[in-house]
């Protein structure tokens, strides 16, 4: 994984189309508009386009053709099935413009895209995924901010020009987010490891349990923390995660393979007693996820403050309270659990350039507060 | 699952012993106390019972024998291999007390038990495991909040006095807690699903990215707040999970051998590119986990309340300070993320006598809040 040099590519992208205008279309067109460009585009959905420009985010055009003929960039961001298509037309429709999409699996969609473009326009197509989103959904609930600090995949193919990727991914920088480059299947098998099999496990977990308390009625009333963060994803989009996972078949079929056989290796240790042998699996798996929450690298530039916590009404309220004073956004917050529940951490995710003025001020106040990562 | 009827069952119990006084032993004790009882405790470790008497919880006695002798109620709180003959051991040495413990499985301990103790003394002996704890360990970090509104199972065997397990059920109501009776096999096999089962999945993930990590020393970067959710587990402890999952063994087998079926069955459907089917078994899963949000009935009288989010400095502590100005008690707070991260609404967790004025008092303050369940 290497990031893309400071090196100049061409002039600055100053024209972006947006081709699907829904939450990450609209966002992305907010993130823009803030970094100076001029953002029209273009939704299927009419009432859509429509919402997205009552926000300020875009002008609407009506058709794919209106929205990306002027266009520096375009950026596709339809629904997976549609990225393809779409791209396709943009190349076409816009000779000039460079062309990337925001789907959440790239293999696939090279491929098609491949097989649709004419040979001679894609070098001007960078395959694209931000990792950001939100749990809404809809232009009305975009934010510039969705976009702020996120990992932003690349992932050209071997006809994308060099300089054409050097081009978005200094865009992508002035919009606030942090360009990465990988081929598209290295993407791929990498979010089938850490996105979308960890969705299928905890749809799984989820499906299990409903079933066994159809004969257990009482079964979720001991279903302490731990079993509420496994299946918290298996309340996502069912449409949504069926296009991905079989967008991405091949390799997350591995990773369930390679799952399977690390649940049969455990439950072979724990069928024939092998207490040691259990020890050193959840060792092994102990250590690295705290080297994980070591490391939160998933958004560049935060970082982790552990802070203890009383069980008492406004105990969190004087931490929080005391952040805000000092101008700190609290980018995220987690009451650590045991695995059967309890509390008395809190930890806390702040910009890394805000990390140490935050246990500063926190110690002021009388908190015990350590910076974790 | 029934509740003990609330009718009378003897005299109040007065005087407790703890056996074994880490986190969870000082804990009950300190509750024991806030409900008027005199505490005195043993711990095999020396250096353990003075650190829990120096919190004011307990008098440290030197023996076993000593700590239980006068006792209405001894309460065994040791690590699971050393419950049973601690179990024993109370009902010899105190022949008019009934006996108790925190183990978090129930079968096991119970024919060890049996099989180690005089028939005639099983009578006093009421199984029990109380859904509490904290991330923390040792008595220092105890505290009676611990044991707070938590479900704490009873498990009385066939020989348990019906009276004794009322007694000792009214106990708990007065320590604040909420006893649950189950039968020992029942509860084995309901916290297999929702607690062993996730934890052997979350360490069996983390395990298998660390090994997959190895490779692509880049695999992390794209873990965002699925991945974290699914692998926090993993950083429990390894000794304790092999003594908890070895004593469990059958059921866990069972749990996970249905767990693998359920991955088997979403497998086959996502290689055969039956979009359909992935999107059912998703949809199920949903509905699932929306019923789950909807009914935080791990501990009782607790209520959910979602509250939409600002993304700037101090947003989070104006709603927090708003509850804490109006004294209510955050028990848990959550950012709600999407598969792939984002934020802007938050869940509140507060007791349920609360949740009315909870809502009430952001919504004047101007914050958008509802309750879920």
Known sequence: MTSIPAAEAGPPIQRVAIVGTGLIGTSIALAARRAGARVVGWDADRGVADRSAATGALEARASLEDAVRDADLVVV?????DIAEAVVGSLRAAPAALVTDAGSIKAHIVEEVASGAEPADLGRYIPGHPLGGSERSGPEHAAASVVDDIV???????????????????WIERLGARPVVLTPERHDRLVAYVSHLPQVASTSLMALAAT?????????LLAAGGFRDLTRLAASNP?????????????????IDAFAERLGTLREQIAEGDADGVERTFSAAKAARLRLAAKPTVRAGVAVLQVGIADEPGALARITATLGAGEVNIEDLQIVHSPEGG?????????ASAAEAAVEVLRTAGHDAIRLA
Chains 1, 2 share one sequence.
Do not use: F, K, Y
């Open 152 to 170: 932003w995949v690349l992932a050209p193919i071997e006809a994308s020009e060099p300089a054409a990727a050097e081009r978005v991914a200094r």
């Open 343 to 351: 509390r008395g951490t809190v930890h806390l995710t702040v910009a």
């Open 212 to 220: 066994e308390e159809a004969g257990e009625p009482d079964l979720l």
């Open 239 to 255: 449409r949504l995660w069926s296009e991905i996972l079989l967008a991405n078949r091949d390799q997350i079929v591995e990773a």
């Open 77 to 81: 961001c339809t629904p997976i099935p």
